[in-house]
Structures are given as C-alpha cells and as structure tokens.
C-alpha cells in the first residue's frame, strides 16, 4: 500500500490539483493515498470531483478520501500539506481594507505588515490544532509540509509549540532564479537577436545560487554562471531589461542600495519595507499595474475573489476539460512533491526551505524561521550552514524577525498588548501611523474578526469599547476615504472572458501555475536534462557533507529525526 498524504484546506483548487499531481508524476507514488479534508463541503466536493477525474483518466492506482472531519482525513497520514486560508475572503478583505482607513497600503498584506500579522493571529491558533490532531492520530514521524501564509510565522507556531516537525514551503525563490536567468540571457547575448545561430539560451538549471533569508525575503548573496559569479552585473542587467525594468523598480532599488537582489515580488518587497509605499503620491512610481503582484493595492485580494468566482461558475468546464496527462512533462517546480520523492525514493532533491535557523544563518537569531537552501534524501532533510549575511540584509531581516516573533508569541498567549506592539514594529507601519493609530487599527481588526481569534474573546469587549469612546470623543483616527494608492475594481466572470483573460483571476492567485508557464518557455527537454545533471551534482555534495548538512543529519528517514539531530549537533 503506498503513502498517505493529508490535504487540510483541499478546497484550495490551485495548490491541491497541482500538488496532487507532482506527486502522482512519480511512478514510486502512483499508488498514494490521498485524504482531503475542508470545512467547505461544496468546494471540497468540487475539487474531489476534478482530481479523480485526473487519477481516472491517467488510470492510476492512486485513491482520494474526502471529508469535512479533519482527524478522520489525518488518520495514519504519513505527510500533510497545510494550504488553508483561515477566514476565507471575508476576513483577508479586513486585513486590506482596515489598515487602508489608517494610510496603509498593502498589495499583498499575507506576510507582514497589518495585514499579515493579523493574519498570523488567525492561522496560529489553527495550525496548534492541526498539530494536535497529527500527533494523535496521524504517522509516527509524519512530516507537516506548511504551504499556508504567514509561512514564516505558521511554520515558527508548529515547530516551536505544535511539537509537529515542519518545513514552511514557497516559491519565490523559483521566481527570482528565473528572473535572474533572463537577465544574464539578456547580458550574455548582448548585440544579438534571439534567431541569430550564435544566441545563447539560459535557462535556470545554467544559474546556480545560494539564496538565503526569511521567506519573501531571501537574498541571492550568489549567483554562478558559466564558473563565474554575476552578483555585480545584475544591475546593469535589470536596468536594461525591457520588462523588469518596469515591473521591479522596487526590487531594483533595493539591488542599487544593497547590491544582492531579493524575492518575492516587486508588490511583496514593497511592503516588508519601510520606504516604498508610505506616501501615498509617491507609491505609484515604484509599482507597475500589468499584474497585481508588482503593486497593486489589495491586488492579491482582487484576483483570489475573481478565481473564487470563476471556479465556481465555470466548474463544469473544468471538468469537461481535456487535461494533459499526468507526468514529467507536466509536474511544477513545486518542492513539496520533490521532498516526497527524496525521502521515499532517495532520489536528491535541492530546494529552499523554511525551518528553524539553528545557526544555519549565522547573523540571524537561532529560533528565527529562515528559508535556506536544503538537500533531500533517504536520509531526511539536510540543512547546510551559510553563514553571515551582508550586514544590510540581515538588518533589515532582524526588523522582520522581531515582528514575526512577537505576533507568534502574541498568537499563542491571546496577548493584545503584545500584538498591537508587534504591529507597531512593523517597518512599513511604523513609517505611516502613529502609536496611537496603530491601537486604534488594531482594535478595529480585533473587533472585526472576532469569530477568528479566539484567543483575544477576553480582549475584544475592551476594543470595542476603546473604539466607541475615540469616536465619542472625535479621537478616531481611521478617517481615511481611499481604496488606497493603486487599486483595480474586482472584474466578473464575464468581464474577465471578454477581456480574453479568462484565467487571470485563478493563474495570476496560483503563482506556481506562472512560473510553469514561464519554465515551459525556457524549453522542457533542456530543463529535463540538466535537473537529471544537477542531481548528481548534488548528490556529490551530499556524500561529501558539504557545509554542515553531514552533521545537522542523523540519518533518519523523516525530517523529524533530522530536525533532531539539528538541535543536538
């Protein structure tokens, strides 16, 4: 019988299908069993109905349990994939739209910043109960692979209190690997059209890097091209790059100043930061409106509302859809498979992960989550050592980790007062409101999504109270009447197919289905080709014990043992 692996938050189409899939691209896993659980009964069903479609059509041994009892869908479970969002839409729109009454201006608001940090008080006490669940009911050493924003804070609350081995996973790391390609393509063939005989393609397999940080801000401190290291180029190379030059002016900027460039996105960076965003005529000269993720206020919010509604109006669609086949050819970047396939199969696997620092970045505090390059294997997850950061990047992750730390700590101990300094600390907070506004911001969240934090139920009356008292007394502070700096209408079902632009709502919200895209324009065979190379690579290092991977490893099969042997090395 094969594995079993647990999808809390199946209801989610983008991550669940596409996950499913990678794993079922391995024929080791052909046979996995797979358990979906949700509290959405109806989006439940329809994505069941969509991946066994998938599993029918590919005549694959492979089974799918759904269910709305989460313990039932654990049971036995040998991984489970966090990929839920902890009061839907309703809740992410007061992440957005609250802070906006205050002056501050999200793109994104899932990490940090107002947004974020609420957001982290919802999925905290959740992911403590996901955590329980698994270490009753589920595998020995079963292995919680967290796709869930705030990745970093989720991932420091299960590892830190849930007492459930995790990896906080992402793919912004990917994103900028392949940006970083198409600008020492751009560099490499400089004079050269791409039809002329002697145009050089460079695709990501040709870049090696080391990118390291916290997740969506990690920076690739190296950059390896044909034996040299580009990181002093790519500058020259992002200025004279006729996309990226207007779509990352943030993520450039930040290049100029500090001389390493940083993930996730240009809308993502702008507000981890307290520079970009905080004057409202000035924002829109670092952001670019052709898709949400360079800037767009609240644009994440904008097209995870228009994929909902194009999933559900045009499911039948989907399923009448002819899919391309279950396969090589079609499995993402994603790790979460890849870490799957290294640890039963004992192929090697190089990715970026988000664990707990451990001393792996040096400059960084030890309980810090950091996302780091790691290696795959039968023998769990190996974590090298990078060492120090550039004293900049490190400083401006230090902001971001004292953050994080006090929302988690906050999280779990229902502390208001905690939270609302954790908010306080935030950089790009910090540069528009005053503390007094950051009370009155945070009460006014607290209130407003009181049936998701239960924590605070012995808070909320006192907000609400302090609130009433500071508009009584013409105190208020949230008097601003704007949709903010940059921000597109919700466009319906119908406006989004008249646009020609059918799919923007679902692939511009699942990040993972652009980068397939912009992958499989790089060419497929090639990438194919090197990934088998680098894996030999790799799996040189691996024996070899690079950096302190042989010794953060204890040859367990699980990353819980390896996380083990982590602390007692």
Not at 238 to 256: A, G, M, N, S, Y
Request: with cysteine; aromatic share 8%.
């Amino acid at each position: 019988m094969g594995i079993k692996v647990a999808f809390i938050g199946a209801g989610s189409v983008g991550f669940t299908r596409r996950l499913m899939r990678d794993i079922l691209a391995v024929p080791e896993l052909s046979d996995t069993q797979f358990a979906f659980t949700d509290i959405s009964k109806r989006n439940l069903d329809m994505v069941t109905r969509l991946c066994r479609k998938d599993i029918r059509n590919n005549d694959l041994p492979a089974d799918i349990q759904a269910t709305t009892d989460r313990r039932r869908a654990l049971d036995g479970a040998d991984y489970v994939v966090n990929c839920t969002r902890i009061g839907g839409l309703e809740a992410f729109r007061g992440d957005i739209d609250i802070p906006l009454k205050y002056g501050v201006d999200q793109c994104v608001g899932d990490t940090l910043c107002a947004g974020g940090i609420l957001y982290g008080q919802r999925n905290v006490p959740c992911i403590l109960e996901f955590c329980k669940d698994i270490r009753e009911v589920a595998g020995d050493d079963a292995l919680l692979l967290n796709y869930a924003n705030p990745n970093a804070i989720n991932t420091w609350a299960a590892n830190t209190y849930g007492g459930v081995p995790t990896i906080g996973l992402c793919h912004g790391v990917q994103g900028g690997h392949k940006q970083l390609a198409d600008v020492i393509e751009l560099l490499v063939n400089e004079g050269r059209d791409a039809d002329d005989p002697n145009y050089v393609r460079v695709t990501p397999d040709d870049v090696d890097i080391i990118c390291a940080g916290i997740n969506h801000q990690t920076w690739y401190v190296q950059v390896l091209y044909d034996g040299q290291d580009w990181t002093d180029r790519l500058l020259e190379g992002f200025e004279k790059h006729p996309t990226f030059r207007k779509t990352e002016k943030v993520r450039i900027d930040v290049l100029r100043r500090f001389g390493y460039y940083s993930t996730e996105s240009n809308g993502h960076l702008s507000e981890y930061l307290p520079w970009y965003r905080k004057r409202p005529k000035e924002t829109r000269q670092w952001i670019s409106l052709d898709n949400w993720i360079n800037g767009e206020t609240g644009g994440y919010l904008r097209v995870c509302t228009e994929g909902r509604n194009w999933f559900q109006t045009d499911f039948p669609k989907w399923m009448a859809a002819d899919d391309p086949p279950i396969g090589p050819g079609d499995r993402s970047n994603e790790h979460g498979s890849h870490i799957i396939e290294g640890l039963e199969t004992g192929r090697v696997y190089r990715g970026h992960f988000n664990v707990p620092n451990d001393g792996c970045i040096t400059n960084l505090p030890d309980d810090s989550i950091v996302e780091v390059p790691g290696y795959v294997d039968h023998n769990g997850v190996s974590i090298p050592q990078v060492g120090d950061l550039p004293l900049a990047c490190a400083a401006t992750l230090s902001a971001s980790i004292n953050v994080q730390r006090m929302a988690v700590e906050a999280a779990v101990a229902g502390d208001a007062i905690l939270l609302k300094q954790a908010v306080l600390h935030d950089p790009l907070t910090a540069a528009v409101c005053t503390p007094e506004e950051v009370w009155q911001m945070v009460d006014e969240m607290l209130v407003a999504q009181a049936k998701w934090l239960p924590q605070y139920a012995d808070e909320i009356p006192a907000a609400k109270k302090r609130l009433a008292a500071a508009k009584r007394g013409k105190r208020y502070k949230g008097t601003w009447t704007w949709d903010g700096s940059a921000r597109l209408k919700v466009r319906s079902v119908q406006e989004l197919r008249d646009a020609g632009d059918k799919a923007r709502g679902v692939l511009d919200a699942d990040k993972a289905a652009a980068q397939r895209a912009a992958d499989a324009e790089s060419g497929k065979t090639k990438r194919t080709r090197r990934r088998k190379s680098s894996r030999k690579k790799a799996a040189k290092k691996s024996r070899t014990g690079r950096g302190k991977s042989a010794k953060k490893s204890s040859g367990a099969k699980r990353a819980k043992k390896s996380h083990s042997s982590r602390k007692k090395s």
